[in-house]
């Protein structure tokens, strides 16, 4: 009997970077397992959504203001229940949570990390079936280990992030992370309930031909944005347009599908809201990670997303992301 040993599962393939990098003490890896642990707990939840009676508004609002899903409570705890009770994290923020979390206690303490969570992106299509998402973003702490974490932990620009990832929910469930070695996909395996390494080493195509954006709001987008909009509808021997336009409204598939495929997502900033719709710390951050370790580029229109000193948890910006090729071709237009 042959076994098929080519198949690696997240846990092996956190402890096989482990054992490349001698140095790494294990903490990170074990906070990527639990937060793996967490998604597939939310994941039988998120499949079970059209079953059971958990559809519908929880009928609280979060601290956005926006109607609560049961779904969001659900995978909300069941990240910071399992990061709680993991000896890898001191702390969370989440969209979900007013304010960051510190879990104070005597092994939490010690950790060297704190996490940032949207836990369920999308929500608001968890009643139609479409596909939505974990984001999740790791720092190191810049507080003391062996003390209780602090909020400056959190309000650190995302280039000082360790590692970031996001879980789809999708035709298939998959935990994409990034950390400074590269961007790895792992598949999940219903059969033997393990994410399996599907797509090793993840690069975002320089060039694409699909743009992301909700032409619903043309109008109330600045003048260079309509631009570059417009520039995506036209035949044009130089980029290969007209493009194609995909919006599905779950910010996690159009990015995915666009880091795949090449593309590009942009939800920019309208007269409505100057700062657009998106979270800085726990949506553009971990993707503006994931993608440039993968090629490609992330800005709010002006700077590099990674490079914005952030000076609260919740804050949004202007969010422009994907293939190299096509963000020039958007920053050439922007600055014109
Ligand atoms: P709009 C989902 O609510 C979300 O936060 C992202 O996942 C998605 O990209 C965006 O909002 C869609 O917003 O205003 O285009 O419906």
């Known amino acids: 009997m042959v076994i098929n040993r080519k198949i690696q599962t997240l846990d092996e393939f956190t402890i096989q970077q482990l054992r490349n990098f001698p140095k790494a003490t294990g903490e990170l890896s074990n906070l990527l ?22 559809l519908g508004d929880y009928g609280s609002t979060n601290v956005q203001g926006e109607e609560v899903k049961k779904l969001d409570v659900f995978a909300n705890d069941q990240f910071m229940g399992v990061l709680r009770h993991g000896i890898s994290c001191a702390g969370i923020g989440s969209e979900e949570l007013e304010d960051v979390v510190i879990f104070d206690d005597e092994i939490s303490n010690q950790s060297k990390y704190v996490c940032l969570f949207d836990p369920l992106d999308g929500s608001s299509n968890i009643d139609v079936n479409v596909s939505i998402g974990t984001i999740f973003s790791i720092y190191r702490r810049v507080s003391e280990v062996g003390k209780p974490a602090t909020k400056e932990d959190f309000l650190q620009p995302g280039n000082k992030q360790v590692a970031a990832g996001y879980v ?6 998959m935990l994409v992370y990034a950390t400074k070695r590269g961007v790895n996909g792992f598949t999940l395996d219903p059969s033997i309930g393990e994410f399996t390494l599907s797509n090793p080493d993840m690069k975002c195509p320089d060039l694409g031909k699909i743009y992301s954006v909700n032409h619903g709001n043309f109008f109330q987008y600045d003048k260079r944005v309509q631009d570059y909009i417009d520039v995506c509808q036209r035949k044009n021997k130089t980029n290969g347009g007209p493009y194609t336009q995909r919006y599905i409204g779950s910010m996690v598939s159009d990015v995915h599908r666009n880091l795949v495929k090449g593309g590009i997502f942009m939800y920019p900033g309208t007269t409505d809201k100057p700062n657009g719709k998106l979270r800085l710390m726990y949506e553009c951050n971990p993707f503006a990670f994931i993608v440039e370790k993968a090629g490609g580029v992330a800005t709010d229109g002006k700077q590099r997303i990674l490079d914005i000193q952030p000076n609260a948890i919740h804050q949004r910006t202007p969010f422009f992301i994907g293939s190299k090729g096509m963000m020039d071709e958007l920053e050439s237009i922007l600055k014109s």
């Open 168 to 173: 789809i929910y999708g035709s298939s469930t």
């Open 33 to 54: 397992r639990d937060i793996g642990l967490a998604a597939k707990r939310v994941n039988v939840e998120v499949n079970k959504a059209g079953l059971v009676d958990i």
